[in-house]
Nanobody
Framework: QAQLVESGGGLVQPGGSLNLSCTASGFTLENYAIGWFRQAPGKKREGVSCHSTSHGTTYYPDSVKGRFTISRDNAKNTMYLQMNSLKPEDTAVYHC?????????????????????WGQGTQVTVSS
C-alpha cells in the first residue's frame, strides 16, 4: 500500500529545533510535488513549506520564512522539514503530502486541498 509515514515530532523549548522526516513507500517521491502542512486546534490548515519539482521552486509563508527548510533525499525516498528558532505558535500537528502536479510551489501550499498522498501527522509542541 502506497503511503507516507512521518517521524520526528515532539516537545521542544522555544528557540529550539526539530527535524521532521517523511518516508514514502510504494511510489517514487522524486516525481511528486511535496509539502508540509500544519493544523492547530481551532485554526485553518497552513502550508508551511512546499517544493515543486516541475517548476524548481520552493515556497514558505512569512510565518516560517528563514526558520523552516524543506528538502528531499531521492535515494532514501524521504522528505524533511528542518525547523529552527521554534516559537509557541508553531505548535500544531504537522502532515507531509505529495501530489503529482505541474504547478508552482506556492500553489501546492496555498491552492491545493486534496493530495495524492497525505501523512498521518506528527505532533509538534513548543513550550517551556
Amino acid at each position: 500500500q502506497a503511503q507516507l509515514v512521518e517521524s520526528g515530532g515532539g516537545l521542544v523549548q522555544p528557540g529550539g529545533s526539530l527535524n521532521l522526516s517523511c518516508t514514502a513507500s510504494g511510489f517514487t517521491l522524486e516525481n511528486y510535488a511535496i509539502g508540509w502542512f500544519r493544523q492547530a486546534p481551532g485554526k485553518k490548515r497552513e502550508g508551511v513549506s512546499c517544493h515543486s519539482t516541475s517548476h524548481g521552486t520552493t515556497y514558505y509563508p512569512d510565518s516560517v520564512k528563514g526558520r523552516f527548510t524543506i528538502s528531499r533525499d531521492n535515494a532514501k525516498n524521504t522528505m524533511y522539514l528542518q525547523m529552527n528558532s521554534l516559537k509557541p505558535e508553531d505548535t500544531a500537528v504537522y502532515h507531509c503530502a505529495a501530489h503529482r502536479i505541474w504547478s508552482s510551489s506556492s500553489f501546492v501550499c496555498t491552492g491545493l486541498y486534496s493530495f495524492d498522498y497525505w501523512g498521518q501527522g506528527t505532533q509538534v509542541t513548543v513550550s517551556s
